[in-house]
Antibody, heavy 115, light 106 residues
Framework: QVQLQESGPGLVKPSETPSLICTVS????????WSWIRQPPGKGLEWIGY???????NYNPSLKGRVSISLDTSKNQISLKLNSVTAADTAVYYC?????????WGRGTLVTVSS | EIALTQSPGTLSLSPGERATLSCRAS??????LAWYQQKPGQAPRLLIY???SRATGIPDRFSGSGSGTDFTLTISRLEPEDFAVYYC????????FGQGTKVEIK
């Protein structure tokens, strides 16, 4: 069955631009849309954005200009870049299959922003 | 941006009782609404999509209703594994999540 696995840098410094990767196994990323969601420690879920299988993207307006989602079909991966991070970007970052309702999620990766 | 307001913030109930969770949208999302369950340390799990359709493998004690701006998730009889945080999410215009309702053991 399809499985998702997020990976990321763990600890980053303020103003850096970390890249997170979602590796998909058991299926092709070319046949679905994909989303990124984050959750600050002890808080609720925040939608970051999604990418259609065609490559078209849609981002949370509150993050627009700082976020970029792309597909690497050769590696079957979805990537997320977040520019100029601050402590407010500290969160567990999840990838999920779908652009609307999200039926399949990865386990998430914690990104901590601290100097 | 469409805002989702969930109520109550916390619901204290006993196993076997009925749980009724509310999600209100700041403008109509038609039936483009989903519900998720999240347990500590785990990713969210999709329960309901399209306001009332159960996701694969979800027990029939979970049901969703509503359209437009007012939605309800009902758990007919709470099982011990149902105590968790529940989020609604709209995908009618961009995407947003509600702030969550915690269902705790009374």
């Amino acid at each position: 069955q399809v499985q998702l696995q997020e990976s990321g840098p763990g600890l980053v410094k303020p103003s850096e631009t970390p890249s997170l990767i979602c590796t998909v196994s058991g299926g092709s990323i070319s046949s679905d849309d994909w989303s990124w969601i984050r959750q600050p420690p002890g808080k609720g879920l925040e939608w970051i954005g999604y990418i259609y299988y065609s490559g078209r993207t849609n981002y949370n307006p509150s993050l627009k200009g700082r976020v970029s989602i792309s597909l690497d079909t050769s590696k079957n991966q979805i990537s997320l870049k977040l520019n100029s991070v601050t402590a407010a970007d500290t969160a567990v970052y999840y990838c999920a299959r779908g652009g609307g309702s999200l039926a399949l999620w990865g386990r998430g990766t914690l990104v901590t922003v601290s100097s | 941006e469409i805002a989702l307001t969930q109520s109550p913030g916390t619901l204290s109930l006993s196993p076997g009782e009925r749980a009724t969770l509310s999600c209100r949208a700041s403008q109509s999302v038609d039936n483009y609404l989903a519900w998720y369950q999240q347990k500590p340390g785990q990713a969210p799990r999709l329960l309901i999509y399209g306001a009332s359709s159960r996701a694969t493998g979800i027990p029939d004690r979970f049901s969703g209703s509503g359209s437009g701006t007012d939605f309800t998730l009902t758990i007919s009889r709470l099982e011990p594994e149902d105590f968790a945080v529940y989020y609604c999410q709209q995908y009618g215009s961009s995407r947003t999540f509600g702030q969550g309702t915690k269902v705790e053991i009374k």
